[in-house]
């Protein structure tokens, strides 16, 4: 059975004081991990997409990256405005066309 | 560019009701998927639409049900509202062809709650 599993659930940083979000996923033909950003009450707002094992993107503070069976978001030095919920998501294939979500990370960054 | 829209922002019904949201896709996206997020969970798939046909299904019920129009815009419906619809349906658009491996941008969200 396909899973995707997020840790911790929450977790309160310090300004400054990086860390990593993790994503575990069991999937049949991986066709796509996303990682997304969403704030209470809003709609989740599109970070990354990692096709393959070994990938990076980075974005401002962020940086995902991609193994065969875990992503990592790393966040470097962050702000209060990076305080969200942290969506993982993977696309299922052949012939899936849907997003296959974990339940997501609540980060909470203090000044 | 034009982002996702949905309407309404929230909406409240009680047990037995009808409820019809709605969605414009972003500027280009022919494809439309809807999904519903439960407090604390994350989103589940509900339906796509690809050039106004559904475009695969997840594990609800009949009683959810859809359109897309040809300005790609999209409905969903659900009938016989039940305690456990209450949820953010959310709505996202993306381009190409249903099933090639684009980016979802979503909308921001139809808060229903049901009495």
């Known amino acids: 059975e396909d899973q995707v599993t997020q840790s911790p659930e929450a977790l309160r940083l310090q300004e400054g004081e990086s860390s990593s979000l993790n994503c575990s996923y069991t999937?049949?033909?991986?066709?796509?991990l996303f990682w997304y950003r969403q704030d209470p009450g809003k709609g989740p707002e599109f970070l990354f997409t990692?096709?393959?094992a070994g990938e990076e993107k980075e974005k401002e503070r962020l940086k995902a990256t991609l193994t065969k069976k875990e992503s990592f978001l790393h966040i470097t030095a962050p702000k209060p405005e990076d305080s969200a919920t942290y969506l993982c998501a993977v696309r299922r294939g052949p012939g899936a066309n849907n997003l296959f979500f974990g339940t997501g990370t609540r980060l909470t960054v203090i000044p | 560019e034009t982002g996702v829209t949905q309407s309404p922002t929230h909406l409240i019904k009680t047990r037995g009701q009808q409820v019809t949201l709605r969605c414009s896709s972003q500027s280009g996206h022919n494809t439309v998927s809807w999904y519903q997020q439960a407090l604390g969970q994350g989103p589940q798939f509900i339906f796509q639409y690809y050039r106004e046909e559904e475009n695969g299904r997840g594990n609800f019920p009949p009683r959810f049900s859809g359109l897309q129009f040809p300005n790609y815009s999209s409905e969903l419906n659900v009938n016989a509202l039940e305690l456990d619809d209450s949820a953010l349906y959310l709505c996202a658009s993306s381009s190409g062809l249903a099933g090639a491996y684009n980016e979802q941008f979503f909308g921001p969200g139809t808060r229903l709650t049901v009495l």
């Open positions: 990692l096709y393959s």
């Open positions: 999937v049949s033909g991986l066709r796509g």
